[in-house]
């Protein structure tokens, strides 16, 4: 039986000890329930029919696989409000964006506190925008770089940001979903649109931005710097000023 005066939220992430920890502070406070919990978008879209919850919290970053574009068919689908949490601090910046093109209303960022979430999911509840004061600044700073990344489609975005991953055109449409000629449309499309003239210029353009998102976080965080040598082609080549470390491989998604 569904109370009235709470707000019923749906989770998308997967399994995992934040996940749980993240359900209790949430089912602490009184007006807000947990009402079902999904894995990927397949799950939720189950779940929505299922528990008709007013607000969706959903996991977004590169190093999980749900679509910002599934998400936002979902909202369009079903009406239904999103707030954006990133675990995702190395490539916060890539998320923040990926969210914008999900539609979500509202995104909280790891390092912000529990109050900034409930502020969001109360928000987004009512039909409004929320972002957290970090994120905010990080819009207002420019945090997306020179280019005008906002003039990219969502596939587009998506399609550059996993370049700059490192991930190849037949991998990144396994990831998508789509067929390798789609994927090298899309990336025709994002040359134009950024003013890339070469091919090779457009790979060292997505590598050198997610690499410096990745970077600006590891000085945020204090850690030693890691300098690196790009050789632009089929293969990238990284040097290091200090001897590279185990712990450095979660901030950086290239094979080493």
Not at 68 to 92: Q, T, W, Y
Not at 155 to 160: G, L, M, R
Not at 208 to 228: A, K, Q
Request: with cysteine; charged share 25%.
């Amino acid at each position: 039986m569904k109370k009235v005066g709470v707000i019923r939220i749906l989770v998308i992430q997967e399994r995992c000890l934040l996940r749980e920890a993240l359900i209790g502070q949430l089912n602490n406070e009184y007006w807000i329930e947990v009402c079902a919990l999904a894995d990927d978008v397949d799950g939720a879209a189950e779940q929505i029919e299922q528990h008709d919850p007013h607000v969706l919290l959903v996991n977004m970053g590169l190093k999980c696989d749900i679509s910002p574009i599934s998400i936002a068919k979902l909202k369009k689908m079903h009406g239904i409000s999103i707030v954006a949490l990133s675990c995702d601090k190395e490539f916060e910046d890539v998320c923040i964006g990926q969210s914008l093109r999900a539609g979500a209303a509202g995104y909280v960022s790891i390092e912000d506190s529990l109050e900034e979430l409930i502020c969001a999911i109360r928000f987004a509840a009512q039909g409004k925008s929320y972002w957290s004061e970090l994120t905010n600044h990080k819009l207002t700073s420019h945090a997306f770089g020179d280019y005008d990344f906002r003039a990219l489609s969502m596939q587009e975005y998506q399609v550059f940001s996993l370049t700059g991953c490192g991930y190849v055109t037949k991998r990144i449409a396994e990831k998508m979903g789509l067929s390798i000629k789609t994927v090298e449309t899309y990336r025709e499309r994002i040359r134009k649109k950024l003013g890339i003239v070469s091919a090779d210029d457009y790979l060292y353009t997505a590598t050198t931005y997610v690499r410096t998102v990745s970077l600006r976080n590891l000085e945020r965080r204090g850690l030693p710097e890691v300098h690196f040598q790009l050789q632009v082609g089929r293969r990238m080549q990284f040097r290091d000023r200090v001897p590279f470390r185990k712990q450095y491989r979660e901030f950086f998604p290239y094979p080493f």
